[in-house]
Structures are given as C-alpha cells and as structure tokens.
C-alpha cells in the first residue's frame, strides 16, 4: 500500500544551499536528499562540512537533524556518511537504499587518483576547467600518468593556456608514445601555440578519425594564413556534429565577421542548455553589438546555471560593452566570488575597474594579477619539471 512521507522542513526557505562541484541550489532537506541521491560522488564533501550543518540549523530551522548531521559527518568511512544521511527521511526505499551502499562499495574500493580524476572529469563536463585542474593536480600527488597528464593539458587548452598544454602532453607522450588520442591533442596544443611546424609533423603520424584530423589541418592552415583551405577542414570536421567542432567553425566564422553562417551552424547545436552554446550565442550577438539580447539571453542562462564563471564572465563583458558599467561589476565581482584565484575573473574585474574610472583599484588589481600569473608560471613549470 502507498504511504504519505512527511515533509521535514516546514516553512518555506528562500536561502538556498549551493553544492560546490553541481552549482545545484536546494532549499530544503528533501530536495538536498533527493540530489545526494542522485549524485553523491560530487557531493561528499558537502554533506560532510560545516557549512552544510549550518544551513539545516539556522536556515532550515532543523536542530534535530542538524545534530545528527554532526554526528553523521564525523564518520570515517564515506558509504556509511551518504547512507546514513540518505536515510534522514524515508524517503528511498530500504530496495533503493542497499543499491547505493552496493555502488559506493564498488566506488570505495578504487584507487584515491581515479576518484580524483573523476570528479575532474567531471567538472571538465560541466566547462569548469579551473576547478578540475585541482583535482588533476591532487591526482598526481599518487604518481605521474599519462591520462592525468592529458586531461591536465585539455583542461589548460579550454583556459587558453596552450604553451602549458604542450609540455604536458609532451611528458605524456613519453609515457605513452603511441597513443593516437595523445598524438592528436599534442598536435592541436602545438597548433594553437603557433608551433605549425611541430603541430605538421606530428599529425601524420596520428591514426584518428578524418573529422579530427580535419580540425587540427585547420588550424595549421589558419595560421599559415591560407583561409580558404583553413575554411573547408573546419567545415569538414563539424560533419561529425559534436558541440566542440561547431563551436570551432563558430569562432572561425565570427573571425571572417560572416554571422550569417556562424548562426547557421550555431543553430545545428541541439544542446541549447549548454554553458559553452550559451557563451557562444551571446558571443556572436556582442559581435554584432547587440548587447540587450546577449545580456537576456545570459540571464536566462544564469537561472539555470547560477555557479557558471564562463557566463557572468561573458555577462559582464556584454554589459561593459554596452556601458552598463554597474551590471558589469556585479557580474564580474560574482565571477570572482565564485572563483577567486581565476585570473580571467580578476582581468575581468580589472576592465570593468578601468571602465569605471576606478584607476587606483584598477592598477592594484592588475598589479596582484600580474604576480599571481607569475607565481602560476613558476608552478606551472615545478609541476612539470616534477
């Protein structure tokens, strides 16, 4: 027979909690069960800490629980953390229950580096590619591998940080130096560097699917200027119809200032809740300065995927763009908030400074952020060197 399950909370709450690798904002003890549930591997920690106690305490107003949160969070062993807290309600089934203990067993019994890279990968799917580098980095505590090194390298590609991604490629080619999937992002970094020749060489040597290769021959022909052959391997390459390639034909497009085509191939994208597609869109329309509808269209975005730095990032840029300053510095200072060692967040922050005629902020800032960038230069290049 069906039972009622009584709701804990019982008033309403309009401070959420926001689970740091998800971004996902709950505003009751439920909707927190039910999303642990649903992807516990990224929230351990959280049901672990003391900010989230907290929350159920005096913004939820639930002591009871929240005392037996405390309790709850002390325990060692992680499985008995997240079925201990699973079962705060009963609102899984002891069926569904026993499922996740079998899952978590199973999770438990990899090694510490796979649990890191992960939770990295995961993060790279959620275009999060600064805070996956930290668990890449933590992964490498345990031992230098060519997929952590990969992955390390792909994560500085989306960065725009291309000369870090060749040597760390370079080091994984050692390891694994006949590795098509290496071989090819190798020569990719090596072309987005200006490294053409190196970027020539290896890529025959490359056994990949034609779409891939198309792309890389792309950028070797961009950078050597012949645009027409540069335009038929980026159009040849987004056949295979993944997000990453037609984004690439985009900015080739946005480059030639044809947005026409640009919105054409933007619009084969079927993942319209995407952070990328979303930055891209309100890209293209900052191009062709209409400001209003990229900043609508990155609001609308925001609702859904308030914890995005590559969005209020581009919001702010729009808004600064348009002479909303004051939009701008909101945008930019959440940006920060949310990363605040993200030198494209702090150079964000700077423009909009400057924008706003705050000079002694501004060069304080650009100040800082030039030390920083040193400071991750000289760590970029111990890791390595490590």
């Not at 993060?123 to 996956?132: F, R, V």
Request: a negative charge; charged letters at 30%; proline letters at 2%.
């Amino acid at each position: 027979m069906s039972r009622l399950i009584l709701c804990a909370s019982q008033s309403e709450n309009k401070t959420p909690y926001i689970f740091r690798l998800t971004g996902v904002r709950v505003f009751s003890i439920e909707e927190a069960i039910y999303h642990v549930y649903e992807n516990w591997k990224q929230t351990i920690e959280d049901i672990k800490s003391a900010e989230f106690v907290v929350w159920i305490k005096e913004t939820l107003g639930l002591a009871a629980i929240a005392e037996k949160m405390k309790s709850i969070a002390e325990q060692s062993k992680l499985s008995d953390c997240v079925v201990n807290f699973l079962r705060l309600t009963d609102f899984y089934t002891g069926a569904e229950i026993s499922a996740v203990i079998r899952d978590l067993d199973a999770w438990e019994k990899r090694l510490d580096w796979e649990r890191l890279k992960e939770r990295g990968d995961y993060l790279m799917q959620k275009s999060a590619p600064e805070k996956a580098l930290v668990f890449y980095k933590n992964a490498m505590r345990y031992g230098s591998r060519a997929e952590l090194l990969n992955n390390m390298a792909v994560a500085f590609m989306r960065m725009g940080r291309f000369t870090e991604a060749v040597t760390l490629l370079r080091e994984a080619l050692t390891n694994d130096p006949d590795n098509s999937d290496l071989i090819l992002n190798y020569a990719e970094a090596c072309a987005y560097a200006d490294d053409v020749n190196e970027a020539s060489r290896v890529i025959n040597l490359a056994k990949a699917h034609p779409n891939k290769l198309a792309s890389i021959k792309g950028e070797i022909f961009l950078r050597e200027g012949n645009m027409s052959e540069a335009r038929t391997q980026f159009v040849r390459a987004a056949t295979d119809g993944t997000i990453e390639s037609i984004l690439r034909l985009v900015d080739f497009y946005i480059g030639e200032s044809d947005y026409t085509k640009a919105e054409a191939a933007l619009n084969r994208i079927s993942a319209f809740n995407n952070t990328r597609v979303s930055v891209k869109r309100a890209e293209l329309l900052a191009e062709q300065k209409r400001y209003g509808e990229a900043i609508s269209l990155l609001e609308y975005a925001l609702a859904s995927h308030p914890s995005s730095i590559d969005l209020w990032l581009c919001l702010s840029e729009a808004s600064r763009l348009s002479g909303d300053v004051s939009r701008a510095m909101e945008a930019a200072g959440q940006a920060v908030e949310l990363e605040p060692s993200s030198p494209r967040a702090s150079l964000e922050m700077i423009k909009v400074r400057r924008a706003a005629n705050q000079s002694r902020e501004y060069l304080r800032e650009l100040q800082s952020l030039i030390l920083s960038l040193k400071d991750k230069y000289r760590d970029a290049l111990n890791d390595s060197a490590g």
